[in-house]
């Protein structure tokens, strides 16, 4: 498969200013040569290295584009393999037109990803960086960048080493013991091993843990706006976003469906659901709208719960409040406090925190917004940016794996069992260790994690 030459455009598709096909592979040079007609007449293998060259895609004698060939040979290229790029105009057509020319003169198109896949398998990068590179294309904030950034310089896969060694020296100690007892070293692990083993589970257990902070801050916080109708939901969506993009009228009842957006508040992204109001309703279209409120503050990270501190509490209001969850992050809004304040709050005594705001009038929205980012997170995230944060899942899930094979090894120390008992949890440990960096990995793992990629990367 690797010894195949691939063409894809990695650029977007549509109109625009100029589109990139992307060619890679051992026939690279050789495809190019067929297609690629230099203005200066000089052979395609005679062009320089690292540099970009001006000419024409032809095909037999008709021009097809004037472009910008850049040429980087193996083994310094993003692949490891010879890579060429056609930077050619950025209308569909013609860059339709030029991929099928480098597909019928040899190439195959690529996979989803298999650019970064082969750089991958040609040992450029691990497969944290790898993940690092589609984080990166995904990026929210600047924040989110600057981790997926650490994360493509190595940073994880460094740390990854460094709790592998000290786990190898344990292994180390314990086969020279069994296997070669004539050397007569003492069957007690040295201390100085234990201890080093002692700081690889903090230092696994700091990175679990940092895991819940780093999706926030990758994925953003699902934040629901929730409330009866004409409370305001729609104005204070508004408000946050400054334009007018849910209608606001005083007719109640007007937001029907889910409306979704994303802002960055201090590097972290806020995804804002604004729902239909929660009210029992006979409109059959409103009522599927009041279906989707429900479910989306089921699965919300944050809730909003709008109440108009202009009129008393209701029923309906305190319907909503009964639905919210004990565990679930939610901030109490009270919204039109330009006009006269009637509600009382000391029933909802679940909320501890609230905010009095008129969304119409812009008033206390830019507190409101310092304080759901106090809220969701107690530390500076632009601090978070600087230090080691798991932002992926399968790295925590594999981070549980190795920490459990840790306490079944002090386990086996504490109880006074044979030593040669520690040998699954050690191969546990550096295994699931390996998984983190594609040392050792699956199929099914790899396509699970290129197939998210464009075809172009």
Known sequence: MLLDTIAAISTPRGEGGISIVRISGPESLHILEKIFFPKKNIPVKELRNYGIHYGHIKKGEEIIDEVLVSIMKAPNTYTREDIVEINCHGGYLITEKILELVLSSGARLAEMGEFTRRAFFHGRIDLTQAEAVMDIIHGKTETSLSLSMNQLRGDLKEKILSLKKAILDLAAHINVVLDYPEEGIDDPIPENLLKNLRQVSVEIKELISSYQKGKMIKEGVKTVIIGKPNVGKSSLLNSILREERAIVTQVAGTT???????????????????????????????????????????????????????????????????????????????????????????????????????????????????????????????????????TNIRHKSALEKTNQAIENIFATVEQGLPMDLMAVDIKEALDSLSEITGEISTEDVLDHIFHNFCVGK
């Open 256 to 390: 029907r469906d889910i409306i979704e957006e994303v802002i960055n508040i201090k590097g972290i992204p806020l995804v804002l659901v604004d729902t239909a109001g929660i009210r029992n309703t006979t409109d059959l279209v409103e009522n599927i709208g009041v279906m989707k409120s429900k479910e989306f503050l089921q699965k919300a990270d944050l809730v909003l719960f709008v109440l108009d501190a202009s009129q008393e509490l209701s029923k309906e209001d305190e319907e909503i409040y009964a639905s919210l969850q004990e565990n679930q992050k939610v901030i109490g809004i009270l919204n039109k406090t330009d006009l006269e304040k009637k509600i009382q709050i000391s029933s909802l005594s679940k909320i501890k925190n609230w905010i009095e705001i008129s969304a119409m009038k812009y008033i206390g929205i830019e507190e409101m917004e310092e304080k759901i980012y106090q809220y969701i997170l107690q530390e500076n995230v632009e601090e978070s940016s600087k230090k080691l944060i798991l």
